[in-house]
């Protein structure tokens, strides 16, 4: 059934607040490990203090580890979804990402096919951010308290790919920001409340809608009045 006659269910409360912390928690430990890598950001040991800097790395660290395990609870479903969208990637997610470039200026190509609950770049966006969790995670705890458990050789390595997953993660997540404001920003409102506009959804994850329809949890009426609106 249909929110207010417009709107389609996509996300959980849990899953939205899962998202909002992880995003938070990753922006934060970026932030507070800048000042290593740019002398620009050096005003934030100055301000702050290194130590404090330290300490706030590892408190957001702590969040952004707990998040998704809390997650496995709170917002299961959500979370079990990624992880087989992010396997179900095939043939019309490739046609997708080839002609999805024109979207990032805002226009909407010819011959896309209809995209499931999520498209193929959010596939990849899952993927991407799922592999850097894990790398950031793992190299992260080595070097926290790796000392005396390996090898200080193999530890110093940590500290190079600890920043390569950095970089790619906050690349990523910049191109994903990018989408999701800019280009698609009928999106955020499934972030705000979990619900997005059946229009919209009709157009970006057609194949998720038609699914929707043929299990009963929207009648075809009521989505084809809320098309006509
Ligand atoms: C201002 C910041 C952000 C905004 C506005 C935003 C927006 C969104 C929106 C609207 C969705 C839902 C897409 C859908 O329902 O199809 C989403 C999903 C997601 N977000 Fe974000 N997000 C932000 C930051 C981040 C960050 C920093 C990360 C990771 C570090 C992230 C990772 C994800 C992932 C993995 C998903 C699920 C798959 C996808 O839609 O790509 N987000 N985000």
Redesign the pocket.
Known sequence: MLVNKKYVK??TKGFVYL?WI??LC??MLFLTALPLYADTFRFLYDLLGARTLQNAHRFFAVIFVLNPIVGLITAREGIWR?FSEVLKFNGKDITFLIKFPLELIGKHPEGVPKQGF?NGG?RM??AL?LATWGVLVGSGALLWFGEGLIDNSIRAWMIPLHSLCAGI?FAG?IG??YL??VANPD??H??QDGT?KVDYANVHHGEWIDDMVRDGKINRQELNDALKR
Request: charge should be neutral.
């Open positions: 996509r996300h998202h992880n995003a990753f922006f990624m999520y959010e966006n899952i951010q993660g997540s994903h920001i999701a404001l999106s955020v499934g972030m997005i």
